[in-house]
């Protein structure tokens, strides 16, 4: 006899359960996450005493997914086990020419960036204190892990990061659905 019907134990999940979990789970998953920065890298846009950050995941960053003027979450490239939050200044095809005239112009090639800390105090050769690509170079494009789209400094100072035109403009639905500032509070570091 052929059975052409599986019969499922109790506790087991139907098909149409699993079709829904799998929808739920991976297509309808949150396109965010949250992530803790401190430092003072990237002030006045994250506090210097951190901040509580929500990401945009990034699947794939290329210069079609991020754009120029956007803060993002990066790998460490000292330290692929860390995370740093810096501002996207230039992708492949931007002319880099330094203010120190012993640096020669080149242009990024194809899949790196450049990133900068927001804080211009702060000197890039100097103690590592800005740790940026005017520290460490440029830095590839599969290094981004995320765009952060809103920053809570504490309960009552927060709000979304400032990012590129186009961002800003895909960023918004995102934040409608996904941003929960009681979990962000909740969650928040101070």
């Known amino acids: 006899m052929i ?30 996450y949250l992530h803790w ?23 794939s960053a290329d210069p079609g ?30 002319e880099m020419v330094s203010k120190d005239e012993k640096d020669e112009p080149f242009v990024l090639e194809k899949d790196q960036c450049w990133v900068l800390a927001d804080n211009e105090k702060l000197k890039p050769k100097v103690l590592n204190e800005a740790k940026d690509s ?17 920053c809570l400094r504490t309960a009552v100072d927060h709000g979304p990061v400032q990012n590129s035109h186009y961002s800003m403009r895909k960023d918004s639905p995102v934040l409608e659905v996904e941003l929960d500032v009681d979990d962000m509070v909740k969650n928040h570091k101070s």
Do not use: C
Request: hydrophobic letters at 40%; charged letters at 25%; proline letters at 5%.
């Open 134 to 150: 005017r520290l460490f170079g440029p830095v590839p494009m599969t290094g981004i892990v995320g765009r952060v789209i809103y």
């Open 37 to 59: 920065s401190k430092g003072e890298a990237m002030a006045p846009t994250i506090g210097e005493q951190g901040g509580t950050l929500l990401v945009r995941k990034i699947p």
């Open 65 to 94: 997914r991020v754009f120029v003027g956007d803060v993002i979450v990066m790998k460490d490239p000292d330290d692929s086990d860390n995370y740093l939050v810096r501002r996207l200044a230039a992708t492949e095809g931007y």
């Open 3 to 32: 059975l052409e019907h599986w019969s499922y134990k109790r506790g087991q999940i139907s098909d149409r359960e699993l079709q829904d979990a799998v929808w739920k789970n991976v297509f309808r998953g949150k396109l965010t």
